[in-house]
T-cell receptor, first 113, second 110 residues
Framework: DGGITQSPKYLFRKEGQNVTLSCEQN?????MYWYRQDPGQGLRLIYY???????QKGDIAEGYSVSREKKESFPLTVTSAQKNPTAFYLC????????????FGPGTRLTVT | GQSLEQPSEVTAVEGAIVQINCTYQ??????LSWYQQHDGGAPTFLSY????GLEETGRFSSFLSRSDSYGYLLLQELQMKDSASYFC???????????FGKGTRLSVIA
C-alpha cells in the first residue's frame, strides 16, 4: 500500500535536546512538506522540498532543520533553538510542489519538558 | 500578504445541511482545496475547485466564485462522523505550496 509514514507517534524529550522526526513516503512524490499544528490552530508550514537535495523555508523555519537526501525521506530536526517545540508535527507529500492534493502522514506528537 | 478566513466553529444537527465558508486574499490564485481532519488524525483531501461553480462528491460539495474570492464546502445529510475540522487551502501559484486557513471545527449534534 502506498502512503506516508511518520515515526514515532508520540515523542518525549527534555528541553535542550535536539530531536529528529522521521517521514517516509512510497508514493513517488517529488514534493514533501513539514507542518506544525498547535491546539485549535491551522497548519503552519515549516519547510518544504520540491526535489532531492533541495529544500526551502516555510513560514516558521526558525529552530528547525531538514534534509532531503532521498526522494522517499524528509526528516525534520527540532533543535534546542526552537523556543516552543511542543506541538503536533505533520509530514505531507504531493505530486508537484503546488499540488492541490497533499497526502499526510499520521503525525508525531512531540512533548518537550 | 495572504489571508484565508473561515469561521472557527460551526454546530449543526444530524441529518441537516451545513455550509462552511472560506474567503481569501492571496497574491495569486489557481484554485481552492478542502481538507478534513478528525481529532488527533491526519488531514485528508476532500475536493478542489479551479473554476467557478459547484463540484459534487457524494454528500460533500464545494463551490468557488473567483470574482468574489470566496468558496464554501457544503455537507449534506450530516452524520456524527462528520464532526471534524475542515480546512480550506489556496493554490496561489504554479510552484509554491498550498496556503491553509486556520480551520473550522464542525460539531454534529443529535
Amino acid at each position: 500500500d502506498g502512503g506516508i509514514t511518520q515515526s514515532p507517534k508520540y515523542l518525549f524529550r527534555k528541553e535542550g535536546q535536539n530531536v529528529t522526526l522521521s517521514c517516509e513516503q512510497n508514493l513517488n512524490h517529488d514534493a514533501m512538506y513539514w507542518y506544525r499544528q498547535d491546539p485549535g490552530q491551522g497548519l503552519r508550514l515549516i519547510y518544504y522540498s520540491q526535489i532531492v537535495n533541495d529544500f526551502q523555508k516555510g513560514d516558521i523555519a526558525e529552530g528547525y532543520s531538514v534534509s532531503r537526501e532521498k526522494k522517499e525521506s524528509f526528516p525534520l530536526t527540532v533543535t534546542s533553538a526552537q523556543k516552543n517545540p511542543t506541538a503536533f508535527y505533520l509530514c505531507a507529500s504531493s505530486d508537484g510542489t503546488s499540488g492541490y492534493e497533499q497526502y499526510f502522514g499520521p503525525g508525531t506528537r512531540l512533548t518537550v519538558t | 500578504g495572504q489571508s484565508l478566513e473561515q469561521p472557527s466553529e460551526v454546530t449543526a444537527v444530524e441529518g441537516a445541511i451545513v455550509q462552511i465558508n472560506c474567503t481569501y486574499q492571496t497574491s495569486g490564485f489557481y484554485g481552492l482545496s478542502w481538507y478534513q481532519q478528525h481529532d488527533g488524525g491526519a488531514p485528508t483531501f476532500l475536493s478542489y475547485n479551479a473554476l467557478d461553480g459547484l463540484e459534487e462528491t457524494g454528500r460533500f460539495s464545494s463551490f468557488l466564485s473567483r470574482s468574489d474570492s470566496y468558496g464554501y464546502l457544503l455537507l449534506q445529510e450530516l452524520q456524527m462522523k462528520d464532526s471534524a475540522s475542515y480546512f480550506c487551502a489556496v493554490r496561489n501559484s504554479g510552484n509554491t505550496p498550498l496556503v491553509f486557513g486556520k480551520g473550522t471545527r464542525l460539531s454534529v449534534i443529535a
